[in-house]
């Protein structure tokens, strides 16, 4: 078993910054892509980004590249994901996510396997 901790959500105007961090313990693995994800309002849980296992491949959806950036320190068993440029429509709970079958990034959802219990992001107009 993995636990997943995020903390650093918190209320932002747009064009601020903020900084999740995610911390894992448990049956933690350096081998293992992680992940973050984010759930708006009546709005399905949607992919934000990915690292791989050795935190030098990235994934990125479209909506946040250029704005996010994703890192983990293998040695704390942390994943942060570092957002500038804040908008409105970033407004959701964060949720960060292990996949024990992917070392490589990925956005598919369905390969992760633990997940935490999210931290939330409101972004003011």
């Known amino acids: 078993q993995v636990q997943l901790v995020e903390s650093g959500g918190g209320l932002v105007q747009a064009g601020g910054s903020l900084r999740l961090s995610c911390a894992a313990s448990?049956?933690?693995?350096?081998?293992?892509?992680m992940g973050w994800f984010r759930q708006a309002p009546g709005r399905e849980r949607e992919f934000a980004a990915a690292i791989g296992w050795n935190g030098k491949e990235t994934y990125y959806a479209d909506s946040v590249k250029g704005r996010f950036t994703i890192s983990r320190d293998n040695a704390k068993n942390t994943m942060y994901l570092e957002m500038n440029s804040l908008k409105p429509e970033d407004t959701a709970v964060y949720y960060c996510?292990?996949?024990?079958?992917?070392?490589?990034?990925?956005?598919?959802?369905?390969?992760?396997?633990?997940w935490g219990q999210g931290t939330q992001v409101t972004v003011s107009s």
């Open positions: 996510a292990v996949s024990t079958r992917a070392a490589t990034p990925t956005h598919w959802d369905v390969m992760y396997d633990y």
């Open positions: 448990g049956r933690t693995g350096s081998s293992y892509a």
